[in-house]
């Protein structure tokens, strides 16, 4: 069995509490996390974007939060958030760096368990802020963002929000070739991005009552707070069985369902959890397990082969 630690949407900022948020109290509420996650030696811990607010001050602040943390014995594996980039635009670039996140916030990665080795496990993180009008750094590539945007319509007929983002084709092969890697390595595949797909609604506790009474299926896209083009990856899921769940945060509420074998955990937001929201993961040969810690659910995905 694998065994890891998983957290989102800290979106620290020096602010008073606003529309729901506790900016300052995710500090307090982070290194709670973070000393579960030290007391049980994970081998790393999954963070699902937004860690801060933005503001270079705040920035700076989480950057330190996380390097104490990994003075501790702590191994970070970031995703990137929409809040992460409200930096200057002469910071932009340095985001993916600074998080230690690959190649311009796309990379994977193989845990393998260590009393199995044939539980093999492929990580493969994906940036969905890559085309967006806040990750970009001139005045040309935002005006490009936002004309793609105004080309999606969603069906009540207007564009998505301004706040996610985008994958690009390149990105959307590059997630293919690397599911095919992990398939034909004998490894069963988790996707990661800050914004989450879908869920059922019977997860959601904010969303529509009468979606819940009819257990509806949600694809964030379609409601425009997910990626402008979440069909698309999707699509690439689809094409590949080894992929057994895609995690993202992004939604505060936090959520889950199961789609064509594939588990959506969406996780519970820190700046929000009254008390507090992290979990433990374990991985095993035959299904996922959440076990959450404070106001994050637990949950549990028996899987296909």
């Known amino acids: 069995m694998i065994r890891f630690g998983a957290i989102a949407d800290l979106q620290y900022a020096d602010r008073d509490d606003a529309i729901g948020r506790s900016y300052r109290a995710s500090i307090g509420k982070f290194l709670e996390a973070a000393g579960a996650f030290a007391a049980e030696r994970v081998p ?23 390097a104490v943390s990994e003075k501790a014995g702590l191994v970070w594996r970031h995703v990137l958030g929409n809040h992460d ?4 635009d002469e910071r932009k670039k340095s985001v993916p760096a600074d998080f230690n996140a690959g190649d311009a916030g796309y990379y994977d990665f193989t845990v393998v368990d260590p009393n199995d080795a044939a539980n093999r496990w492929r990580f493969v993180v994906l940036n969905g802020n890559e085309i967006s009008e806040y990750a970009a750094t001139t005045d040309e590539e935002r005006a490009e963002a936002k004309r793609l945007r105004e080309t ?17 084709d390149a990105r959307l092969r590059w997630l293919d070739e690397r599911l095919s890697d992990a398939k034909k390595n004998g490894e069963k595949a988790i996707v990661c991005s800050h914004f989450p797909l879908y869920a059922q609604s019977r997860s959601l506790q904010k969303r529509g009552a009468l979606a819940r009474a009819l257990n509806l299926d949600i694809y964030f896209t379609a409601l425009g707070v997910s990626t402008w083009n979440g069909p698309a990856i999707l699509d690439v899921l689809d094409r590949h069985s080894c992929v057994k769940a895609f995690f993202a945060g992004h939604l505060h509420e936090g959520g889950f369902g199961v789609r064509k074998n594939v ?16 979990a433990f993961v374990e991985l095993h040969s035959d299904r996922i397990v959440v076990e959450g810690r404070a106001d994050q659910p637990s949950y549990e995905h028996k899987f296909d082969a």
């Open 44 to 66: 790393f811990v999954l963070q699902l974007g937004d860690a801060t607010d933005g503001g270079l001050k705040n920035y700076f602040a989480v950057q330190e939060l996380f």
């Open 85 to 88: 980039w409200g930096v200057p």
């Open 152 to 168: 999606i319509r969603l069906p009540n007929g207007s564009s998505p929000a301004s706040w996610n983002g985008a994958v690009s």
């Open 263 to 278: 588990a959506h955990v969406t996780f519970n937001g820190v700046v929000e959890a009254p008390r507090n929201a992290f």
